[in-house]
């Protein structure tokens, strides 16, 4: 399994816990209320699915099962109402298996109480690596009781605030992370270069996964340039960051 992988884990939910044991869900509803309908077998693994901010919306559960199906199928829907105006977040976790990476909606509730869901990107977790003949460096940024929480030189985690996400995520966007995806480089005939890993995986199971030798792929220095000093803003005076060199 990979660190990037473990580290998604780590991405946990913010209130209002509801654990039952489904694999699979389809996408939400909209309407004067909003529906997921969650479905597996018996034994499958288990999820969980908290609102943010329950004063928006509330969430009601009604569970069926289907004795004469194979495994004992059982379905869940989950009926969003709306409480009253206002935008909140509603996430799924799967906890089973351990490679799952968490859904997240964004819930708007309007004037007249009708429920939209869509389904919402953000960062979910971090982690770059860059060696040299000179230097280790090593960053690694989760997502722990709904705040990201930052490690650097393979430290301690340390809790940021939950504005950190939103920033990273709008500034991966900035410098065309998307296409960073797959890059996979070594250029020949460098002594003594420097190698690099880069993986970020997203609230709506995407991911990015980059890495190489002498070389980044294009527009990474230029977010390395924007990403290194935001990190030195971030840390505590009694750990100071190692000042990394945004060229490659």
Known sequence: MSRLVSLTLALLLLSGCFALPFSVFPAAAQGQTAEITLSSFGGGPTYSVAVQDPEIVRCTFETTHNSDAPGAAVITVVTLTGCRAGTTTLTVQMDSPSDASPVVYTVTVDDDLHVTLTQARSLAALSFRRTSAMAHDAVDLVVLNGLPHLSIADGPYCPLAPEVLDTLTAMLGRHGADAWDGFDFSRPGVMDGTSFLFEAAFTDGT??????????????????????????????????????????
């Not at 220095?221 to 505590?236: I, K, R, T």
């Open 207 to 248: 991911s990015i996964h980059a890495r190489g030798s002498n070389a980044y792929p294009e527009g990474f220095a230029g977010f390395l340039e924007e990403f290194l000093p935001f990190l030195e803003e971030l840390q505590d005076a009694s750990a100071p960051f190692f000042g990394l060199d945004p060229a490659p």
